[in-house]
């Protein structure tokens, strides 16, 4: 089956494929690239959550040292450092731009080892706002009197009552529109059971008995995240794909606590795996004209190698009760209105450098295949992976996506290295109301090189982009990093 990738722009939650104009107070949100802070320096913020106080977002994560690691020189590769540096806090009332507020906990505060699935809930009986993370095998409970102090350790807890194994995998805060608080996770070791477990109303320091659910099928969940949207509780979670993307998993219910759907695929995650991401963290935007989830994905490249940045945030709105993922490279959002738009720089193809599949594949995820010369390949210009047409017999392949996208003038882009002696070998793009447009790779190119096809003009709402080839024995190409960004 040929699979038609279409971008809505959205202006609301209620009407998801109308495309809202910029406003004037619109800020940018660029995916694909290491974020920073108001003040230059990078933002390290992973497996956190965020919490709104008035109009102003605080959003909590953890820092590890190997982050700092791979943002210094991402060329070397993945590492293993998980070792853990902070808690930080970032505040923005934009959901663009970030100001360091500084550190919530440090080694000095609960010691070394994993820390991580973090999230802070205000109490509304202590005034308190309490931080709750994992902190190797049990839970760590912390308190402040601002959003953005120094939190002070209250406690630990090592098990959660009705739990098959006692403690949590994953896991996420959830404030529920009474102020009460609740923890979303699923078991460790397997995360094949999925929970729901209040905090303790009176002071939020501690977990009560836990809510079986459901119980996945399907070699377990984590990342688990909840948000809710017009009555209804969506709790969604990733594969176990290790720090690898994944596609999103979803049940829903109107009551937190039982009565939850059949699983399903979150739509829009599936053709490059929730933009390279796992589930992470969500949140819902309200404002003047509309609503929207934003759905903070984790990129975990400094433990995945999975490409560039950390963090990749993008908006979920709804088609009736069903929740609509918009995956995208660059977009505008209004905080305060509550809408947003596709941005003038986003890039219109889907798992452009191949990241989205982890290991070896010969269909790639939002990729159509005609031919059986196709696949990835290990080393890619960014990332571990680049698309790939190589075999030991002689070859006709191709590999490309169908995109429905506004009518304007594109242009198209990739990186390229090619063995040379094919009879044919191009980056494409036809189908969008002229005459085929290429740019031929046939020649060596033994270092990667950026090849582009500029005055792309769509006409007719539609375009099909790709690689082909026409090869000899042995002949190969590896493209990767594909743009299709509109021209001025």
């Given at each position: 089956?040929?699979?038609?990738?279409?971008?809505?722009?959205?202006?609301?939650?209620?009407?998801?494929?109308?495309?809202?104009?910029?406003?004037?107070?619109?800020?940018?949100?660029?995916?694909?690239?290491?974020?920073?802070?108001?003040?230059?320096?990078?933002?390290?913020?992973?497996?956190?959550?965020?919490?709104?106080?008035?109009?102003?977002?605080?959003?909590?994560?953890?820092?590890?040292?190997?982050?700092?690691?791979?943002?210094?020189?991402?060329?070397?590769?993945?590492?293993?450092?998980?070792?853990?540096?902070?808690?930080?806090?970032?505040?923005?009332?934009?959901?663009?731009?970030?100001?360091?507020?500084?550190?919530?906990?440090?080694?000095?505060?609960?010691?070394?080892?994993?820390?991580?699935?973090?999230?802070?809930?205000?109490?509304?009986?202590?005034?308190?706002?309490?931080?709750?993370?994992?902190?190797?095998?049990?839970?760590?409970?912390?308190?402040?009197?601002?959003?953005?102090?120094?939190?002070?350790?209250?406690?630990?807890?090592?098990?959660?009552?009705?739990?098959?194994?006692?403690?949590?995998?994953?896991?996420?805060?959830?404030?529920?529109?009474?102020?009460?608080?609740?923890?979303?996770?699923?078991?460790?070791?397997?995360?094949?059971?999925?929970?729901?477990?209040?905090?303790?109303?009176?002071?939020?320091?501690?977990?009560?008995?836990?809510?079986?659910?459901?119980?996945?099928?399907?070699?377990?969940?984590?990342?688990?995240?909840m948000f809710k949207h017009d009555g209804t509780y969506y709790f969604c979670s990733s594969d176990l794909?290790?720090?690898?993307?994944?596609?999103?998993?979803?049940?829903?219910?109107?009551?937190?606590?039982?009565?939850?759907?059949?699983?399903?695929?979150?739509?829009?995650?599936?053709?490059?795996?929730?933009?390279?991401?796992?589930?992470?963290?969500?949140?819902?935007?309200?404002?003047?004209?509309?609503?929207?989830?934003?759905?903070?994905?984790?990129?975990?490249?400094?433990?995945?190698?999975?490409?560039?940045?950390?963090?990749?945030?993008?908006?979920?709105?709804?088609?009736?009760?069903?929740?609509?993922?918009?995956?995208?490279?660059?977009?505008?959002?209004?905080?305060?209105?509550?809408?947003?738009?596709?941005?003038?720089?986003?890039?219109?193809?889907?798992?452009?450098?191949?990241?989205?599949?982890?290991?070896?594949?010969?269909?790639?995820?939002?990729?159509?295949?005609?031919?059986?010369?196709?696949?990835?390949?290990?080393?890619?210009?960014?990332?571990?992976?680049?698309?790939?047409?190589?075999?030991?017999?002689?070859?006709?392949?191709?590999?490309?996506?169908?995109?429905?996208?506004?009518?304007?003038?594109?242009?198209?882009?990739?990186?390229?290295?090619?063995?040379?002696?094919?009879?044919?070998?191009?980056?494409?793009?036809?189908?969008?109301?002229?005459?085929?447009?290429?740019?031929?790779?046939?020649?060596?190119?033994?270092?990667?090189?950026?090849?582009?096809?500029?005055g792309i003009t769509v006409t007719t709402g539609s375009i099909q982009v790709g690689v082909s080839s026409?090869?000899?024995?042995?002949?190969?190409?590896?493209?990767?990093?594909?743009?299709?960004?509109?021209?001025?």
């Amino acid at each position: 089956m040929i699979a038609t990738l279409t971008f809505l722009g959205n202006a609301t939650a209620a009407s998801a494929a109308t495309p809202a104009a910029q406003d004037a107070t619109a800020s940018t949100v660029q995916n694909d690239v290491f974020w920073k802070d108001t003040t230059g320096n990078p933002i390290y913020s992973q497996g956190g959550g965020v919490l709104k106080v008035g109009a102003t977002y605080y959003w909590y994560g953890a820092k590890y040292n190997g982050a700092v690691t791979y943002y210094n020189n991402p060329a070397k590769g993945k590492n293993g450092d998980t070792s853990f540096s902070a808690i930080t806090i970032y505040s923005s009332t934009d959901l663009a731009h970030w100001k360091f507020e500084g550190n919530a906990l440090t080694t000095s505060d609960i010691g070394g080892g994993w820390v991580g699935r973090i999230g802070v809930a205000h109490n509304p009986t202590t005034g308190k706002y309490v931080l709750i993370s994992q902190l190797n095998s049990e839970l760590v409970f912390a308190t402040s009197s601002t959003p953005n102090g120094h939190f002070t350790k209250a406690g630990t807890q090592s098990n959660i009552a009705n739990v098959s194994t006692g403690m949590s995998g994953d896991q996420s805060l959830f404030t529920d529109d009474d102020g009460k608080a609740y923890l979303a996770f699923s078991n460790k070791s397997g995360r094949s059971h999925l929970y729901v477990a209040p905090l303790r109303t009176s002071d939020f320091l501690h977990v009560d008995t836990a809510v079986n659910i459901a119980n996945s099928s399907s070699g377990g969940r984590e990342g688990n995240i909840m948000f809710k949207h017009d009555g209804t509780y969506y709790f969604c979670s990733s594969d176990l794909h290790g720090w690898n993307a994944s596609h999103t998993y979803c049940i829903t219910s109107s009551n937190i606590s039982s009565g939850y759907s059949s699983e399903f695929v979150l739509q829009g995650t599936d053709a490059d795996f929730s933009h390279v991401t796992q589930t992470g963290l969500a949140f819902t935007v309200t404002g003047s004209a509309g609503s929207f989830v934003m759905f903070g994905g984790d990129r975990w490249s400094d433990f995945a190698g999975n490409g560039l940045g950390y963090n990749d945030w993008l908006p979920i709105t709804f088609n009736g009760k069903t929740p609509v993922f918009h995956s995208l490279s660059q977009w505008n959002v209004d905080a305060a209105s509550g809408t947003w738009s596709v941005g003038s720089g986003n890039n219109y193809v889907l798992n452009p450098s191949a990241e989205a599949d982890r290991v070896a594949q010969t269909t790639l995820a939002g990729w159509t295949n005609s031919g059986t010369a196709n696949g990835n390949h290990l080393g890619g210009h960014t990332g571990r992976w680049a698309l790939s047409q190589r075999s030991s017999s002689a070859y006709n392949a191709s590999m490309y996506q169908n995109i429905s996208l506004p009518n304007g003038t594109y242009t198209l882009s990739a990186w390229v290295q090619s063995s040379g002696g094919q009879k044919a070998a191009n980056i494409f793009a036809k189908n969008f109301g002229a005459s085929e447009l290429d740019h031929s790779i046939n020649q060596s190119i033994g270092s990667w090189t950026e090849v582009s096809i500029t005055g792309i003009t769509v006409t007719t709402g539609s375009i099909q982009v790709g690689v082909s080839s026409e090869a000899n024995a042995n002949n190969w190409v590896n493209v990767d990093d594909f743009s299709l960004v509109r021209a001025g």
